[in-house]
């Protein structure tokens, strides 16, 4: 197991091929070493706008379920990052005065609140991570759609599995 989420273990001997048995060490290794530099970039954004890494947390918690429709209202937010409620609103707080996160009324019922990317907060994480972007889009043009399904599909295996065993310790 290695302090990044990622484990490498569970391989019977002689019931994978070793090429097989390579390219797991290789695909965990390379996860592992993608998940510490991402770690490294979102705590130099961090740092240079004070905010702590559980905020980074919340960002991105926001901005997906934003980007997938689903804006979530505090109590997900404090679920998917593993905060009390008064935690989670005294992060919200934080958030909001820092112009990160805005509270919204959206639904017919006006106690619903959603939470969304702050403009101010926008415009901060678009200054620092655009450079990246042709970077990304770089290395995404040398595979053909195809092969972006199959990366896509697996990726999401890897972060469900993931996310279920992060539960399942919540859960203990």
Do not use: K
């Given at each position: 197991?290695?302090?990044?989420?990622?484990?490498?273990?569970?391989?019977?001997?002689?019931?994978?091929?070793?090429?097989?048995?390579?390219?797991?060490?290789?695909?965990?290794?390379?996860?592992?070493?993608?998940?510490?530099?991402?770690?490294?970039?979102?705590?130099?954004?961090?740092?240079?706008?004070?905010l702590?890494?559980?905020?980074?947390?919340?960002?991105?918690?926001?901005?997906?379920?934003?980007?997938?429709?689903?804006?979530?209202?505090?109590?997900?937010?404090?679920?998917?990052?593993?905060?009390?409620?008064?935690?989670?609103?005294?992060?919200?707080?934080?958030?909001?005065?820092?112009?990160?996160?805005?509270?919204?009324?959206?639904?017919?019922?006006?106690r619903?609140?959603?939470?969304?990317?702050?403009?101010?907060?926008?415009?901060?994480?678009?200054?620092?991570?655009?450079?990246?972007?042709?970077?990304?889009?770089?290395?995404?043009?040398?595979?053909?759609?195809?092969?972006?399904?199959?990366?896509?599909?697996?990726?999401?295996?890897?972060?469900?599995?993931?996310?279920?065993?992060?539960?399942?310790?919540?859960d203990?």
């Amino acid at each position: 197991m290695t302090g990044d989420g990622f484990c490498n273990t569970g391989i019977v001997e002689g019931t994978e091929t070793g090429e097989r048995q390579r390219l797991r060490t290789e695909l965990v290794d390379l996860l592992n070493a993608y998940s510490s530099e991402a770690q490294h970039i979102g705590h130099a954004f961090a740092g240079r706008h004070r905010l702590h890494a559980t905020d980074m947390h919340a960002l991105l918690a926001v901005m997906h379920a934003e980007r997938r429709g689903e804006p979530l209202t505090p109590g997900r937010l404090g679920e998917q990052i593993g905060l009390s409620s008064g935690a989670t609103t005294a992060l919200i707080d934080r958030l909001e005065r820092g112009g990160h996160l805005r509270r919204s009324r959206e639904s017919a019922d006006r106690r619903v609140v959603h939470l969304r990317y702050g403009e101010a907060g926008m415009a901060l994480a678009l200054a620092f991570f655009t450079p990246m972007a042709p970077r990304t889009d770089a290395v995404m043009e040398q595979f053909g759609t195809d092969e972006l399904l199959v990366v896509e599909r697996f990726l999401q295996g890897m972060l469900g599995t993931l996310v279920t065993y992060r539960d399942e310790l919540r859960d203990r």
